[in-house]
């Protein structure tokens, strides 16, 4: 059989291109090389009785695409809980914290507590910034080109007034070019409240000092248009149900399929791609995988022009940027003055909690970093969504997922990831411990993923969990490259999605989508 499209890798991106490509009728293959479809979107249960997420847990934009809708995901068994809070920051010694909720309202109240200045100053923010970004938004769910992403960010403004003053603002231009971090220090005053929307930007990667940046915060009042949701049963459930949707479909998903390589077909198949289920024959290719992968270890380098192979090459993935350890608890993490009902349960459970005292402890967390050193104290950024979804672990006990910046891939200590492993997870521990003193002799089990465990479990590159660096040069058009941004590639019928390609990582499934706009206007 010749496959009118062959997709690499089952991760999100890739099962929503080969959803839509089914969906126009033709036929679909894709090639998984783990026993389980999901890629960075996967659930697992590590310890008997827990459901563990092995790659993304809240899915903040992908529930506000039309991907869902369109797809019919619903009748496959996908659903959503919303996340309200969606973050939260306990004060650091004091018996308060700061509460991020779907409400702007509400969250300049729980801001007030600490700063009325800033609570003013977080509605304003969220008034400019969420007005620039609904327009990135809608030029997020097209393909990327320069003329395009203009004329949709224009066309959203031009009528309205306060948007195009927005938008012709020389300081909201400086902001734009500036670091988030400075965005930050000039918008508001309190450092709790600082320390909040640093840590909450630095989860694409760059440090508080990048220049170029700004929109990394700026981006967060669209959460407040668009929700913070978790997929009940775990964060895999969004590509279990998108595999069954594909076989509706008449598509097919091979598993424990590594792909070897992609050579040229014969007749009316453009390609012939080897695998260790087989050599399977399709007119178009799409790497769903890491763009490196794709170009410079499968492709055959014939059909590969050399000057491409050197770009490729040479794109910053990045030295890793964190690590994270899935824990089975007996119960959930009491914060300093949050109520509790009787089974433990409070509402900034259902939140990101922030635990990063400031942002000059996250600025020496990345000066670590760029020393080739592990955090003295991580930033942690901890989850319980057992609480907002108890099928996740057995009754009375929970799951809390503790991830941390900034963890290099490559030491230059000498040291070795699986050699330090426990002891740079107990430092994980140690933190949410001193945030929440109950937790202290009530660690079950816990699976830990390092760099190292995060590259070899899901094929990401320095564990760089976005692929490639999400810093300017990298982004819009230029992700991955120009002449690679739309999707496309020089090599005809080969074509990428996923978080190498516009408009990034994260769970989003844009990427996807655009993709199969793309190879279905294609001939």
Known sequence: MIYDDLIIGAGHNGLICACYLAKAGR???VLERRGVVGGAVCTEEIVTGFKFDVGSSAHIMFPGTPIMGELGLAEFGLEYIEMDPWAFFPVPGAAMGISFYRSV???????AQVSPADAEAYKLFCERWGELNEGI???FLKPPTPGGMFATILKRNLFNSRSRKLWSSMDTSRLLMSSYGRVIEETFENQHVRA???WLAAQSGPGPDE???GDLVGWHPMIHKTGAWRARGGSGMLTQALARCLESLGGKVQLNAPV???RKGGGKARFAVESHAGTFEAKNVIGACHVQETILDLLDPALCPPDLRKRVSDLRVGNGFGMIVRHAVHELPHYLGQPRN???ISPCHSALQLLCPSMQHLRDNYIEYLAGQTPAVPSVLAMTFSALDPSLAPEGQHVLFGWAQYHPYELRTGEDWDAIAEREADKIWQVICHYAPNMKGKLIDRYIQTPLEIERKLALRRANVMHIEMSLDQMFFFRPLPELSAYKTP???LFLTGASTHPGGGVFGASGRNAAQVILKSK
């Open 27 to 29: 036929k679909v293959l």
């Open 105 to 111: 309202e509400r969250t300049c109240e729980s801001i």
């Open 137 to 139: 938004w809608e030029a």
């Open 196 to 198: 909040a929307l640093a």
């Open 211 to 213: 220049i170029a940046t």
């Open 260 to 262: 070897t390589s992609i």
């Open 342 to 344: 009787e089974q433990g």
């Open 491 to 493: 090599v005809p019928g």
